[in-house]
């Protein structure tokens, strides 16, 4: 099946500081989707980003198709940024559903 | 409008056990996707059900079910339990028509039901 590769794995940042995580994919996707689980378990949706460049505050996140990667920027970071951050995606063929990644842990210190 | 609800939250049981979880998606979406999150594994896809038909499944045991009734609403089924079932089952809902609008694959999770087996 799709494999799907985030990095890194932890990041540990001082509040306002910017961050890129990244999403690397193996195969052609129709699908590509960031969440942000908080430490109480809940995914949020951040971005539905097969191709192309997204801005929403604070965030903005980048899926260059072609080359089978995604980048989710983060800027003047929060600790309510704080929690993982995955990354999941469905093939264009193949009956694969939704494949997350491990994620990335981002920890966010006062 | 409601989000995805997930019940119950919390529960413990033994092995040997079965255990039945229920997720109500956000009104008007018909498709429900049931993922499997443990600290080895992370999140595993368990199966998709859409207008009450199974879509897709994941590699898991055929002591993992799951039924959708007409109302939308989902259940999932573990029966025997092991310890290794013990995980954050997380329940999402999109409105499972990708082919009219890409925007349909966008997927809500609800807060998930936190399952320890003993």
């Known amino acids: 099946g799709i494999q799907v590769e985030q990095s890194p794995p932890d990041l540990i940042l001082q509040e306002g500081a910017n961050s890129t995580l990244r999403c690397n994919f193996s195969d052609s996707v129709n699908n590509l989707q960031w969440f942000h689980q908080n430490p109480w378990g809940q995914l949020i949706n951040l971005f539905y980003i097969p191709s192309g460049t997204k801005q929403n505050g604070r965030l903005s996140a980048t899926t260059v198709a072609t080359e089978r990667y995604s980048l989710l920027y983060i800027s003047s970071s929060q600790t309510t940024d704080s929690g993982v951050y995955f990354c999941a995606v469905e093939p264009d063929f193949g009956n694969e559903k939704l494949t997350f990644g491990t994620g990335t842990r981002l920890t966010i210190i006062p | 409008k409601a989000g995805v609800t997930q019940t119950p939250r919390y529960l413990i049981k033994t092995r040997g056990q079965q255990v039945t979880l229920s997720c109500s998606p956000i009104s008007g979406h018909r498709s429900v996707s049931w993922y499997q999150q443990t600290p080895g594994q992370g999140l595993q896809f368990l199966f998709e059900?859409?207008?009450?038909?199974?879509?897709n499944k994941g590699n898991f045991p055929g002591r993992f079910s799951g039924r959708q009734f007409s109302n939308s609403r989902s259940e999932m089924n573990v029966s025997t339990l092991e310890l290794g079932d013990s995980a954050l089952y997380l329940c999402a809902s999109s409105s499972g028509q990708g082919w009219l609008s890409s925007g349909a694959n966008v997927l809500t999770f609800g807060a998930g039901s936190r399952l320890t087996v003993l």
């Open positions: 059900y859409f207008s009450e038909t199974q879509r």
